[in-house]
């Protein structure tokens, strides 16, 4: 089993064997302070099967980590992919999967890491931050506005 392609989206859906997504490709977030909680991202991935891969059970793991290698959030399931009627035997299967992340919560700033494994292998890991936006008196007072000439 390969990945196709894996992102972060403010929102997806997959409606008829098509990707609907709004904000694809996220990877920052921001926040005035921590903890936060971010009330919903979506994980959008496409994968490849060979004809021997369908119609099996795989392990799915997606795992979300700190800097610091900490466990923050995580999902595990099965997936098991049929095959089309009528499909080539010999062309990959490529299902698409969105997993919805409700509320995740970060206890500090820092850059986190999603990782996808399938049947205890790592197929990619994604980088996510979240960075510290400043209020607007704190935009102020750091611009520094140079003397009249």
Known sequence: MELDFAFLADSAQIVG?????????MDRLWAQKVPVVHPRMSLVMRFLLTAAEVERMHQLEVVMMDSDGKKVAGVSGQLKVGRNDGADTWKPASPLLSIDLVNARFEKFGAFSIEILANGSSLKSITLELLERQTPQQEMDSDSIPDAI
Not at 17 to 25: D, N, P, R, V, W
């Open 17 to 25: 064997g098509k990707l609907y997504t709004i904000g694809g490709a």
